[in-house]
């Protein structure tokens, strides 16, 4: 089910990116994320956090019975100078935990195949959550609605990785890139280097209602470049 993009919507899926940046054995123990009534009743699946650098990877993966949604969500770099390292580094960081995350999103989709199916993340979790999303899009047996949620996220490939990206969007199979004028995050790694990065479309600069959407290269209209941007200043600019 479509959700139209609104302050409540980008402040929920906020909630989660934030949310993965504090560590806990079960969705009670965070303290955070029992101040929102929004992921409040969120029943965590599974959590993971590799520690085997360059591959650290942070994210959980759970059921929202109340929002019929499944949602996945990856943590974001500590550093903003980790966006800087190429997509030999983004990758095998979604690989390090991509057999965990699929294997509990696998059984979630069994158990409420007509839920939503939401990936979510915060600057370099944004990457991660993009290929995520990207390889669930290609599984068009196994999923129904899948949605891709995304602040402050860094350039994931080349212009023909962007062409691509764009080519599986549809009215199932959506993506929305939040960015903001004052993070840098969006410009990195520079469309100047070699490999000539390139975003994907959908942009939405925040905030809202005051929002305009932008195509796959970042221009002053939708940012520029600043300081990093954590999670609550995203929700804080959008509500």
Known sequence: MSRPVTTNYLSHYGH??????HRFESWSDCAPCQEF?????????????????????????GVHSQRQEVVVVYRGTTHPMDVLADSQVIQPR???SR????DALGKLVMEYPTYDVHFVGHSL????????????????????????????????????????ANAQ????????????????????????????????????????????RCSGTCTTTCTIPGLALTVPEYIRQSE
Do not use: C
């Open 16 to 21: 989660f990116a934030n949310a993965a940046y």
């Open 37 to 61: 009534d929004d992921i409040a009743q969120f029943n965590l699946t599974a959590a993971w956090s590799t520690t085997t650098m360059p591959a650290f990877s942070r994210g959980f993966v």
């Open 94 to 96: 979604y690989m390090a």
């Open 99 to 102: 057999e965990i995350m699929k």
């Open 125 to 164: 979790g944004g990457a991660q959550a993009t290929l995520a999303f990207l390889e669930a899009v290609s599984d068009t047996s196994s999923f129904g609605d899948i949605r891709l949620v995304t602040f402050g996220a860094p350039r994931v490939g080349n212009a023909v990785f962007a062409q691509y």
């Open 169 to 212: 969007l549809s009215s199932k199979h959506s993506a929305l890139r939040v960015t903001h004028e004052s993070d840098i995050i969006p410009h990195l790694p520079s469309s100047l280097l070699p490999k000539h990065y390139m975003h994907s479309d959908q942009e939405t600069p925040s905030a809202l209602p005051a929002h305009s």
